[in-house]
């Protein structure tokens, strides 16, 4: 029987309109920038940002 190797990103981000990106481990939202972001899971902050781009939200 084969195993299942899929990988789980686990990190999630905030992207923000502007290309900003926080870790959502790093705390709080930034208090600047607003509630206007979404909520991503990627492996790093630039593959965030191209999550962001791709689904059309930025």
């Given at each position: ?9 686990n990190v ?8 900003t990106v926080?870790?959502v481990?790093d705390?709080p ?30």
């Open positions: 029987m084969g195993r299942n190797h899929s990988v789980a990103l999630f981000y905030r992207v923000w309109p502007d290309g926080q870790a481990s705390g939202p930034l208090p600047w920038k607003g509630g206007d972001y979404k909520v991503v899971e990627a492996l790093d902050e630039a593959s965030a940002l191209e999550r962001g781009l791709a689904s059309g939200w930025l």
